[in-house]
């Protein structure tokens, strides 16, 4: 078999085991409502949480950006792709989540690709030397593939049960006396599938208690939970208490691209050394940059923005449930709506397009059989009328399905 012969036979197996993901282009920026094939729909599937993707003050910096400092810098950040303005930004975002230092990378993947392997993994001058990441098994693919880049030799990598808190201090307990250089525990802030927050009071108490260091991969949090945005950490009180912080400019924080991490001076100082994804990649473009930056200012200076966000998700949550659907509770604008088979899914999610709502569905293998669901994400783009006009839809469709 040639390898395309081949690639075509996988192609294919996606396809029958509905497992292929396809594509609908947008005929509009992102925002509230977006055009598709021509008609305005509401968009119920972005991580344009704050509604930034196409907001004109952003829009300005950016252009801004360009002006000032021009395209881009061809350069990795130590040759000559360092301007002003990145370490502006690396300022505000360190200040944003409460953490010593930041350092961007071209997007979170990136940054998590290249976390793990510097941390957990380098010689730091030990010959002998074991590590141990303890990762919750929900965990976003780029922390998965980050730890896959600390060799096994000296790193043991264990995975703890979707936010078990006591599997993970069985497995903590049994490693007490282990003489491991760094213990890490892993997790995501908030889990994206199920819109659920990682239990960080009782993480902050474990890992201060073993000696371990928190990592919180906040890409859905930043932006987007605590009263004024700064994240999970915000939400339960605890800004200044995580260890390592990773967030996402290409969500709530202008939606366009990139990714950081914050920490200590000593952690951020050291990843400018031997994060691979940052010494040998290119440096984020201005347009990005000032953008970000603008997205700072402009949640500090409306607090509104946030607020609207939290009030449309409470809305949401609420009416959508009034019509009879199921969800999984919580607080978070991820909102999956629960429907059982994937058929119902995919039917629903092709019924709510023709009924003017955009929404992805998620099913076998993405979530359990017999788990599958629509997941909506409320934003702050969101006006009331448009979020009347997603519910109806779902009113329509459901009540057509039998769903309620
Ligand atoms: C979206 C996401 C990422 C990837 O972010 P990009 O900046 O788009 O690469 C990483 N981790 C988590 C938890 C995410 O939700």
Redesign the pocket.
């Known amino acids: 078999m040639t390898p395309n012969a081949l690639l075509a036979e996988e192609l294919r197996r996606m396809e029958a085991s509905q497992t292929y993901k396809y594509e609908t282009p947008l005929r509009s920026p992102q925002g509230g409502r977006v055009n598709v094939g021509g008609k305005e729909v509401v968009m119920l599937a972005s ?1 344009n949480y704050l509604g930034m993707s196409n907001h004109p003050a952003i829009r300005a910096a950016a252009i801004d950006g360009i002006k000032r400092f021009g395209y881009g810098v061809a350069s990795a950040r130590f040759l000559c792709g360092t301007q002003t303005i990145h370490q502006q930004l690396e300022k505000k975002l360190s200040s944003f989540v409460g953490a010593e230092d930041t350092i961007l ?1 071209s ?6 690709v290249g976390f793990f392997s510097a941390i957990t993994n380098e010689k730091m001058g030990r010959e002998t030397y074991k590590d141990v990441i303890y990762s919750d098994r929900l ?5 998965i593939d980050g730890q896959r880049l600390s060799r096994a030799e000296v790193t043991d990598k264990k995975i703890y049960e979707h936010n078990d808190v006591a599997h993970l201090e069985r497995q903590l307990e049994e490693d007490k006396g282990k003489d491991y250089r760094v213990r890490m525990i892993a997790t ?5 599938m199920e819109g659920d927050m990682a239990p960080l009071p009782q993480l902050v108490e474990l890992a201060g208690k073993h000696k371990a260091m928190l990592f919180v ?4 949090g930043v932006g987007v939970m605590g009263k004024t945005g700064r994240g999970t950490a915000e939400h339960f009180g605890l800004v200044g208490q995580v260890d390592v912080t ?1 967030g ?4 709530a924080i202008g939606g366009s ?3 950081f991490i914050s920490g200590t001076k000593e952690m951020v100082s050291y990843l400018r050394q031997k994060a691979r994804t940052y010494v040998f990649s290119n440096s984020l473009p201005p347009s990005i940059v000032m953008a970000s930056i603008a997205a700072l200012d402009l949640l500090k200076k409306d607090r509104s923005i946030v607020r609207r966000l939290h009030q449309n998700t409470a809305t949401f949550r609420r009416e959508i449930q009034a019509l009879g659907f199921r969800i999984i509770e919580g607080i978070h604008p991820v909102v999956p709506v629960m429907l059982g088979e994937a058929d119902v899914a995919q039917k629903m999610s092709a019924e709510l397009l023709k009924a003017g709502v955009y929404i992805k569905g998620l099913w076998f293998p993405v979530v359990p059989h017999g788990h599958a669901r629509l997941r909506a994400q409320i934003s702050a783009a969101h006006s009331s009328s448009d979020l009347d006009r997603a519910l109806s839809a779902f009113e329509k469709v459901g009540k057509k399905l039998g769903v309620i």
């Open positions: 991580n990378f997007s979170s993947f990136a940054a998590n965990n976003h693919a780029s922390i995501d802030g908030v889990f994206s991969d906040d890409c859905h990773i996402t400019l290409g969500k691209a990139g990714g």
